[in-house]
């Protein structure tokens, strides 16, 4: 391994030296001494003249970055619910013990450490894991049977079968957005032709709206960003894809990227950005030569830097920027505040990022579909856009579909298909309900399946799970709320606690020892979260479970406890050591959980 | 009054300044809003949520939310009342918070919300989590214990002491307070007694050494009137210091 | 407004109130007595059944039950759960039963950490070892709150929670009124 002083030395070297670069550089000196380790957050502290304290305030918000030695292999399995039904859960049980570890702990010969990570994005073709950054896909006994062999035998991921690390796109279903291909640098070359102002009309007319899931006018937020003074305007575009269940942008910028960089570039045209900044998740680590490399050849034909197009004053470049395992950092502000190398806490808003953002300078902030679709917009105009899809949602929509169907994959609606077409066009049958937008979605019932997708009746960042009449959906909640209590920020008290309460309380439910006030506790802290949480990640984690309360009764109730209270804790367990210590085994060494009363 | 610059709260117009949120403008017009992580010396943080109050049917908080004209605030209904003293159980179930073990009972701000909401119990199933104490300071202790995570010591740190000797790290239910020293302990730090970081704790969490029980009880600060009558914790400090330490800041 | 307690009797008959002590220190009972001569009300209004108070060993159906103390050993939820069992209105009285109290923090430690700093490693300890008679209760990893094991209907806080709030309470609850105590009645230490 390279000298650590030196490393550091050529990061700041390549990428330049100043404390919002900060989790760059812990990225990349993770990634290559699979952790931080002190001396580099010394010499961190030196050159940036930051305390380590806050260094290491931020390694330990990031699942991805670690202050002490992971594993020469640093293995995480994806545990996603649709992983789980794939049956990750055995897999990642079998490789433990193949390999001799805990999970999260390295071997003792520091070869490898297996964990498992919140979604990775490889929902229609799961079970998943990363292995030092690299994707394994469908995952099965005998793949990890051989994974065992080459790790012991010391074989580089490098030189494993590039076989293993196939991800496919999926794409089962094209529409406008899909279909309608572009050539390089037309969208900018529209742009050129009809200047900003008219081009804000397209998009304004187009009814473009964030694709993330908010639905705010694209073409209103790039306006009110462009008329914000400021010396200085930037383009973010968010591909911190971590909704449970989603991997469009994953599709989009493994095959789309030109059209997205395009897209950004319209933007920056409009808003006055000199500097662009792609957020990629630290989970889709793997696509960013490829989108490097896109980079670079849209410089070379003076689609990005200097004089774009010719057109002089008109600069624009696009870094890309590593996330490194937190969730929240989907959520705008959160993402903002992790460009600039700190922990993602969610800002206070207003001000909005359109109008202090990145370096509190007004940000066209977007998400990757978003761009995309307004790259195809500026070159076959409104029309070509809202002429599909509802009054309220125009346009087409990415599904990323998964689950319990025939063909997963991304599918291509406009919007105001409904849940049941979706449903037969991906095959799938006897569906007991769908989860639509992840999980802080909606769980929608059969009854509902009439529902559209679209802003004004079931809206959707894109994630599309679905779940069969075998599948127990009380493990869905219970992975979800895990998902939640792993991933708030910790920020605010109703979050942070809320969270913890009720992943105890599902718990308790699956167990077979909670009551219907139990049930009533969930729903009265799931509402305060829901109320008063300071960000919408907080707001909508108790969605799967106020969902299923409402909609899905059967799933609490058959597992009900038949006393009106029951304890809080195990009391069998809470004597187990007291009992050990004792060698007692009388009956006054034993308590049953409940009690008849 | 001039509506233009006014908002009604709980039925009373309150007027506004350019600039205020409804937690300034309240508190200027002799409003309580109950409120933890705010301090009117400080940037608001918005994190505790006890300030919520409900802005035409939505809940906001109202130390960050700018004051509109018209806005119709409730901020005294039982649904408000509810959810305030469930997040105040919250507080007191993730922490270890025993009051009769604690030397700023009676003039702690936790309690004294809690007190004002009338919450008689913590009611939820308690985390009992492992914290640790730091005593390494020689004037000063720190009781993980009892932190709320706050921020105001951040804020008072960075802005006002101009040393940033306390930071949150960690995540979700993990986050917690971290000390700028070279061990991580706070005595390596350049914290000092007369710092305003000390003084701005509202609850028991940086707590002086050698002195404790000094007010007899019945005269703390909130024996007898309420928070809403009495003002913030920090509004009342003053710290002095307590015995010559030995301790020397180079 | 509550209904006026009765017992099942009928109007006329005192109510019957049961007391226990769980893991705390009597403090709250102390406090109870603390009422001083208002006892001479109370006894007009109530008959004790098992408690502290009367040396009545077994618990008989009750009205009201008041559990002063947190739960720490196997001794400690038996006695809760029979309160539980034969009490129509069972209170939480005082910090420990209300949130654990003082003795929950031993949950600072490891119950190993405990029982052996006590019973092995501690200075001057003749015969180490952690006492296994089947006469001593078995102690729970934790201390819990009472509301934790089984159900409780009120709260009284305090360490100890005042004579007055004592007073307050049970007159108030056996006259029907709504509990609302003032703003002196409510502290935690």
Wanted: aromatic share 8%; net charge negative; with cysteine.
């Amino acid at each position: 391994m390279p000298n650590i002083e030196e490393f550091i030395g050529d990061i700041f070297s390549e990428i330049g030296e100043a404390p919002d670069l900060l989790l760059q550089y812990l990225h990349a000196i993770q990634h290559e001494y699979s952790h931080v380790p002190e001396e580099a957050i010394q010499l961190l502290s030196e050159r940036l003249k930051t305390p380590p304290m806050k260094i290491n305030a931020v390694i330990d918000f990031y699942s991805f970055l670690h202050r002490t030695a992971r594993g020469e292999y640093d293995i995480r399995f994806s545990d996603n619910i649709t992983d789980r039904m794939l049956g990750n859960q055995l897999l990642f049980k079998s490789l433990c013990k193949k390999l001799g570890v805990e999970p999260d702990v390295p071997r003792a010969d520091g070869k490898v450490t297996v964990s498992l990570t919140s979604c990775t994005g490889i929902c229609d073709q799961g079970p998943a894991m990363l292995v030092n950054g690299l994707v394994v896909s469908k995952l099965t006994e005998k793949r990890i049977h051989k994974m065992v062999g080459r790790i012991e035998a010391g074989i580089p991921v490098a030189n494993w079968p590039k076989s293993l690390f196939v991800v496919k796109d999926n794409i089962r279903r094209k529409d406008k957005l899909l279909n309608d291909d572009i050539i390089k640098g037309s969208a900018i070359g529209a742009l050129a032709a009809t200047g900003g102002e008219v081009m804000l009309e397209r998009l304004e007319n187009s009814g473009l709206r964030g694709r993330g899931g908010a639905g705010f006018g694209s073409g209103l937020k790039w306006r009110l960003c462009r008329e914000t003074e400021a010396d200085k305007h930037y383009v973010v575009c968010n591909a911190d894809e971590g909704e449970p269940g989603t991997f469009k942008d994953r599709v989009l910028l493994n095959s789309y990227a030109d059209e997205l960089f395009e897209g950004m570039t319209v933007a920056a045209g409009i808003v006055g950005a000199k500097k662009g900044l792609l957020y990629l998740r630290r989970e889709y680590l793997y696509m960013r030569e490829a989108l490097e490399k896109t980079l670079q050849e849209r410089r070379e034909a003076k689609l990005l830097g200097k004089k774009i197009l010719g057109h002089k004053g008109f600069n624009f470049d696009i870094e890309i920027h590593m996330g490194a395992g937190a969730y929240i950092c989907g959520e705008e502000s959160a993402l903002i505040e992790s460009l600039e190398g700190k922990r993602g806490i969610p800002r206070d808003r207003p001000p909005f990022p359109v109008t202090c953002g990145y370096k509190n300078k007004p940000t066209a902030l977007n998400n990757v579909e978003t761009f995309v679709a307004a790259a195809k917009i500026a070159v076959f105009g409104a029309d070509w856009y809202h002429s599909v899809g509802t009054s309220q949602s125009s346009g087409t929509k990415l599904l990323s579909i998964s689950g319990d169907c025939e063909r997963p994959g991304i599918y291509e609606y406009p919007f105001g298909v409904t849940i049941r077409q979706i449903l037969v066009d991906c095959g799938a049958s006897d569906t007991q309900a769908v989860q639509v937008s992840g999980a802080a979605g909606s769980t929608i019932p059969p009854q509902e399946f009439y529902r559209k997708i679209a802003f004004e009746d079931v809206s959707s960042g894109g994630s599309f799970m679905i779940f069969n009449q075998q599948r127990d959906l009380l493990k869905m909640v219970l992975n979800f709320a895990r998902f939640f209590t792993h991933e708030s920020c910790g920020f605010c008290t109703p979050c942070r606690v809320g969270g913890r309460l009720l992943n105890d309380l599902v718990e308790k439910v699956m167990v077979g020892y909670a009551t219907r006030y139990d049930l009533k506790e969930m729903e009265r802290i799931g509402q305060v979260m829901k109320k008063t949480a300071h960000c919408g990640l907080g707001s909508t984690a108790p969605n799967p479970i106020l969902d299923t309360l409402a909609k899905f009764p059967g799933i609490y109730a058959t597992r009900l406890h038949n006393t009106s209270h029951t304890p809080a804790f195990d009391m069998t367990k809470a004597l187990d050591v007291s009992r050990l210590l004792t060698g007692r085994e009388d009956e006054g060494a034993y308590v049953e959980r409940t009690d008849e009363y | 009054m001039n509506t233009e610059n006014t908002f009604r709260l709980d039925g009373k117009d309150i007027p506004f300044k350019k600039g205020d949120t409804i937690m300034d403008a309240a508190l200027r017009a002799g409003e309580y809003i109950p409120h933890l992580c705010h301090n009117p010396e400080f940037k608001p943080h918005g994190s505790c949520r006890l300030c919520v109050v409900d802005v035409n049917g939505r809940h906001q908080a109202s130390c960050t939310l700018p004051a509109e004209a018209g806005m119709e605030v409730d901020n005294s209904s039982d649904a408000i009342r509810q959810r305030r003293e469930l997040l105040l159980q919250m507080l007191f179930v993730e922490g270890n918070h025993t009051c009769p073990a604690c030397e700023k009972s009676g003039a702690c701000q936790l309690q004294a919300v809690a007190y004002y909401i009338g919450m008689l119990s913590p009611h939820l199933t308690h985390f009992f989590p492992k914290r640790s104490i730091d005593a390494s300071h020689p004037d000063i202790v720190f009781y993980h214990n009892r932190c709320i995570l706050c921020g105001l010591c951040v804020r008072a740190s960075e802005q006002v002491d101009r040393k940033s000797v306390f930071a949150i790290s960690g995540r979700g239910i993990d986050s917690k307070l971290v000390f700028n020293s070279p061990d991580g302990k706070l005595g390596g730090s350049e914290l000092e007694f007369t710092d305003k970081a000390v003084e701005v704790c509202p609850v028991g969490a940086i707590m002086p050494k050698h002195l404790g029980y000094e007010t007899p009880v019945g005269q703390r600060l909130y024996d007898t009137k309420p928070i809403s009558v009495v003002g913030d914790v920090a509004a009342h400090s003053k710290p002095e210091k307590p015995f010559i330490s030995d301790k020397s800041h180079e | 407004m509550n209904k006026p307690l009765v017992n099942e009797y009928g109007s006329k008959e005192k109510l019957i109130v049961a007391t226990a002590p769980l893991c705390g220190c009597f403090g709250c009972h102390m406090s109870l007595l603390d009422i001083d001569e208002r006892i001479l009300q109370l006894v007009e209004l109530v008959e004790f059944d098992r408690s502290p108070i009367t040396d009545i060993k077994d618990i008989g159906k009750c009205d009201i039950g008041l559990i002063e103390g947190g739960v720490a050993n196997v001794h400690n939820v038996e006695d809760l759960r029979e309160f539980r069992n034969n009490c129509d209105i069972l209170v939480a009285v005082g910090a420990c039963a209300v949130n654990g109290g003082v003795p929950a923090m031993r949950n600072q430690f490891d119950i190993k950490e405990c029982l052996e700093e006590a019973y092995i490693l501690g200075i001057g300890i003749e015969n180490p070892h952690v006492p296994n008679d089947v006469e001593i209760p078995l102690l729970l990893d934790k201390v819990h709150p009472i509301h934790e094991v089984v159900r409780v209907d009120y709260f009284l806080p305090g360490c100890p929670p005042s004579a007055d709030t004592f007073w307050k309470f049970l007159t108030d609850l056996i006259n029907g009124n709504t509990i609302d105590f003032p703003y002196s009645l409510i502290h935690y230490d």
